[in-house]
């Protein structure tokens, strides 16, 4: 029998609560003056366009893994979480429900203008910029490589994260050092190469590959970074099945790339409203989702 999917969320509706923003898959809710409430949603977006059908479980996957990865992590680098604020005091019954193993409470931080993007393999916008120049945000690679070769070292390339509607684009380390300082920007790279460092290769002991990912950074009061939004799940990396690598093409993938691979294929301009998804495609990604978080959690 094929498995039931969960019910699935594509808005949250927190009345108790003032709304902040609804991105393209985290609904914000702002809980008194020093905390957030973020839930996140099965919306899927591809092409920077959100889907108007979502991916049954995808924000409880989500949740879960950026959970994992935090408090793996908190020997680091402190969190954005905020685990004693109780949200049975804030919420109605029908609200919980809502946030159930999909929501976290964290703590306001002011958010870099940065991601701070690491990358052990040449594919996607690294793969274009190296081919136009043999670099990638600045960094000089060596010549010859195929798509989706592994790097000789990760690279830290960050990218500037733009205005809603509009495309992140890839950063030299000086704009970054521009935007937030020499000192933060320093600590920005330092830390998203160790992250990525040890994320790899705890994921590799479990089949799977961590081609990129992107972190977020914010800071407290006192100027101190912490980790926060989502963290090495299958929407802000590229994990690829380490049996299926092969250099010179592009692996398949634990994420979105079903559903874009699928789209690529509809006479679609990638302008909003999206197309609806077909049921097969919506439960192969949704498998794929929790396919990673089995393999990098063991639950």
Not at 61 to 71: G, I, K, P, S
Not at 141 to 155: K, V
Not at 176 to 190: D, I, S
Not at 220 to 249: C, K
Request: aromatic fraction near 8%.
């Amino acid at each position: 029998m094929a498995e039931t999917l969960p019910a699935a969320l594509f808005e949250s509706h927190i009345a108790s609560l003032p709304l902040v923003h609804r991105g393209k898959v985290r609904d914000l809710y702002a809980l008194g003056t020093d905390h957030l409430l973020i839930v996140t949603t099965d919306r899927l977006s591809a092409f920077d366009v959100v889907l108007p059908r979502p991916i049954p479980g995808k924000g409880a996957v989500l949740t879960a893994l950026t959970d994992f990865w935090m408090r793996r992590f908190a020997g680091r680098v402190p969190n954005h979480l905020a685990p004693d604020v109780e949200l049975a005091r804030h919420l109605r019954p029908q609200e919980l429900a809502q946030c159930r193993g999909r929501a976290v409470v964290a703590r306001k931080l002011r958010a870099l203008p940065v991601e701070a993007v690491a990358r052990g393999y040449l594919i996607g916008s690294g793969w274009k910029d190296y081919q136009a120049g043999g670099a990638v945000c600045g960094v000089p690679l060596p010549a010859g490589l195929r798509l989706a070769d592994r790097l000789p070292e990760p690279i830290f390339t960050p990218a500037f994260k733009a205005p809603k509607g509009e495309h992140d684009a890839n950063i030299s380390f000086a704009e970054v050092e521009r935007l937030v300082g020499a000192t933060v920007a320093a600590q920005v790279r330092e830390l998203t190469l160790a992250l990525y460092r040890e994320a790899a290769a705890y994921a590799a002991a479990r089949g799977i590959l961590v081609a990129d990912t992107k972190f977020e950074f914010g800071l407290d009061d006192s100027g101190r970074l912490h980790l926060i939004d989502e963290v090495l799940t299958p929407d802000s990396s590229r994990f690829w099945p380490a049996a299926q690598y092969a250099p010179g093409t592009s692996p398949p993938s634990f994420d979105k790339q079903y559903v874009r691979d699928y789209l690529e294929t509809l006479d679609w301009d990638k302008r909003a409203p999206g197309p609806d998804l077909p049921d097969e495609v919506v439960a192969r990604t949704a498998e794929k989702y929790r396919e990673a978080q089995r393999l990098l959690t063991g639950t």
